[in-house]
T-cell receptor, first 110, second 116 residues
Framework: DAKTTQPPSMDCAEGRAANLPCNHS???????VYWYRQIHSQGPQYIIH???NNETNEMASLIITEDRKSSTLILPHATLRDTAVYYC???????????FGTGTRLKVLA | EAGVAQSPRYKIIEKRQSVAFWCNPI?????LYWYQQILGQGPKLLIQ????????DSQLPKDRFSAERLKGVDSTLKIQPAKLEDSAVYLC??????????????FGEGSRLTVL
């Protein structure tokens, strides 16, 4: 399973875009990039996932570089409720095995 | 639809005692996961079931931890005997795989264990 590297913490002003980077330089061709977030005292919550193309849903956008070695999760207009730990995970297409790292602690500031 | 149910929410025991956690996944979800989350760390996969078979238990401390998923639905995670370092939140998750599904994990609220 490919490993991911994320900054331990980030701050973002409320209303601004939050851009959370993730490095996954050892990713292989059939591995997906998933993003989850965990708000204090709750279980992790799915945000978005992608393989090669950029993806957007009602929560966020996912930008994957052409070489697939890194990705960025974008929260377009961060709110205080987006304060959480964000996890970037690489998952093989056949294993459905999710290995969480230490994530990025995002703090949205008023 | 109902989410992943876990019980108990909180448990306090003394070291060397035993404890069991129960999980009821979302109906129809074939894959069930148990994670251990120690304070300040990301969730650590303990065991993954596909229906009632074990897919991965490489990180499960088998000398003290056991898990089963009878009939491919509910699951139980047991710790016997407990150690101080087992203090953590135990998260259960389930997922629905297959073409057209995102494969996302749905987590329960977790069971917080304190070992004194």
């Amino acid at each position: 399973d490919a490993k991911t590297t994320q900054p331990p913490s980030m701050d973002c002003a409320e209303g601004r875009a939050a851009n959370l980077p993730c490095n996954h330089s050892t990713i292989s061709g059939n591995e997906y990039v998933y993003w989850y977030r965990q708000i204090h005292s709750q279980g992790p919550q799915y945000i978005i996932h992608g393989l090669k193309n950029n993806e957007t849903n009602e929560m966020a956008s996912l930008i994957i570089t052409e070489d697939r070695k890194s990705s960025t999760l974008i929260l377009p207009h961060a709110t205080l409720r987006d304060t959480a730990v964000y996890y970037c995970i690489v998952r093989g297409s056949g294993t459905y095995k999710y290995i969480f790292g230490t994530g990025t602690r995002l703090k949205v500031l008023a | 639809e109902a989410g992943v149910a876990q019980s108990p929410r909180y448990k306090i025991i003394e070291k060397r005692q035993s404890v069991a956690f129960w999980c009821n996944p979302i109906s129809g979800h074939a894959t069930l996961y148990w994670y251990q989350q120690i304070l300040g760390q990301g969730p650590k996969l303990l065991i993954q079931f596909q229906n009632n078979g074990v897919v991965d238990d490489s990180q499960l401390p088998k000398d003290r931890f056991s898990a089963e998923r009878l009939k491919g639905v509910d699951s139980t995670l047991k710790i016997q005997p407990a150690k101080l370092e087992d203090s953590a939140v135990y998260l259960c998750a389930s997922s629905l795989e297959g073409t057209g599904n995102t494969g996302e994990l749905f987590f329960g609220e977790g069971s917080r264990l304190t070992v004194l």
